[in-house]
């Protein structure tokens, strides 16, 4: 009898949504030949297995195309923030600096979603999420004078709605 006959439905979405991309990246990397194929197979069933063990699926599911709607948003934000920095190393006098922390309560529990809010935040100008504590990210800004929190607050209601809520019963 299979393993996943008597997962929950969420637990199959995630084995055969991980198990596909697995076996698209093996594809991709060493090519669609017969023989090629036979061993991706394998490669890509080990890696579902060791992958479900590690990173245990959640109830949930990812909107598509409000995560896709994500990309040009995250691009735009790096190109943003490459921009200020480069503004204050090249003329550090013209932008005043107030270092300093700040924290920021998220909705996310700890796991993949808390961690793709820290690396997506991490593209805010002059921010880096630096530390984990209380259930509260802490964000080292280069000015705290603007309005980070907000800009958290953005980020977070954007990711959660590329993501589907847990439906109950």
Known sequence: MSVLANAPAFSVRAALAR??????????LIGASPSD????????AGATRTS???LRPQPGRVRLTALLSLIPHFLWKSVVAG??????????????LR?????CRVGFAPGPARNAFAAM??????????ADEDGALVYH???????VLEELAEEERRLAQAREAPRDG
């Open 83 to 96: 921009v200020d920095v480069a503004r204050r190393a090249l003329d550090p006098r013209r932008l005043r």
């Open 99 to 103: 270092p300093g922390f700040v924290v």
């Open 141 to 147: 800004c280069l000015d705290v004078g603007q309005p």
């Open 19 to 28: 198990g596909a991309g697995f076996f698209a990246v093996w594809v991709v």
């Open 52 to 54: 479900l063990r590690l």
């Open 121 to 130: 935040t991490s593209l805010l100008p002059g921010t880096v999420p630096c």
């Open 37 to 44: 194929l036979a061993v991706g197979v394998l490669a890509a």
